[in-house]
């Protein structure tokens, strides 16, 4: 308990800015919690994805068609997988570049549901400093402030204890920024990570259509479907 009201204590002595800085870690701990729960149900086995790429290669070179049950893996159920393949079994017999168009689509709203609260969490690293740097110079300027009221005679304790409290807010804000920065780094890495498989998805089941077609026009083999 001494260490809470030893908290409320700080916060009181950072007054309005402290807690709006405050405000805004509570926004970027509850995004980052949302973010965590968002990754951890959509996670999925990279080897197992590997494992399927693999598959998927090995059909169409063969001149064998994608058959569903190749990708309805249950490692990947959670995962992007399921939407990509629906997408590529409604269009695989369109046009290659409607079938792109429309795995691209997909791709896109799988993006941005990745990246939902990365532009908060962003900008929070951006403003906690600054808030941090303004509660820090309306505290000196309020130190300033008593000083002068007393006939320009320096009190130690006055000056030390208006500057202490001062920089609490650029604490604050840094201890805020650093977090949400460190937050979205983290999450932005792993969107990238899964933005790259998705890429190497689309590859392979796009080059499995195309060549199938190719290989069909000249052997008829594009009814055969594993």
Avoid at 7 to 29: E, R, S
Avoid at 81 to 98: C, D, G, K, N, W
Avoid at 136 to 151: D, E, N, P, R
Avoid at 198 to 223: D, F, H, I, P, Y
């Amino acid at each position: 308990m001494n260490g809470f009201y030893y908290f409320i204590d700080l916060m009181q002595k950072g007054k309005t800015v402290n807690y709006i800085i405050l405000g805004l870690y509570v926004v970027a701990l509850a995004a980052a919690a949302e973010r965590l729960v968002y990754y951890i149900a959509t996670g999925y086995k990279r080897g197992v994805l590997n494992t399927v790429l693999q598959e998927c290669r090995m059909l169409y070179s063969r001149g064998l068609q994608i058959g569903e049950d190749v990708l309805n893996r249950k490692e990947l159920q959670k995962s992007y997988i399921p939407m990509l393949a629906e997408t590529f079994f409604e269009y695989r017999s369109a046009e290659p570049s409607v079938l792109a168009e429309a795995l691209e689509r997909t791709v896109q709203r799988i993006i941005a549901a990745q990246e939902r609260g990365f532009v908060l969490l962003s900008r929070i690293a951006a403003v906690a400093p600054l808030l941090g740097l303004l509660g820090t110079v309306t505290g000196l300027m309020t130190a300033f402030q008593k000083i002068a009221s007393l006939g320009g005679s320096v009190d130690i304790a006055i000056l030390s204890g208006g500057i202490w409290e001062a920089m609490i807010t650029t604490a604050t804000g840094l201890i805020t920024a650093i977090f949400s920065f460190a937050v979205y780094e983290i999450f932005d890495w792993l969107s990238m990570r899964r933005v790259r498989d998705m890429e190497q998805t689309v590859s392979v089941l796009t080059e499995s259509c195309r060549g199938c077609r190719v290989q069909s026009a000249e052997k008829g083999c594009g009814n055969e479907t594993l």
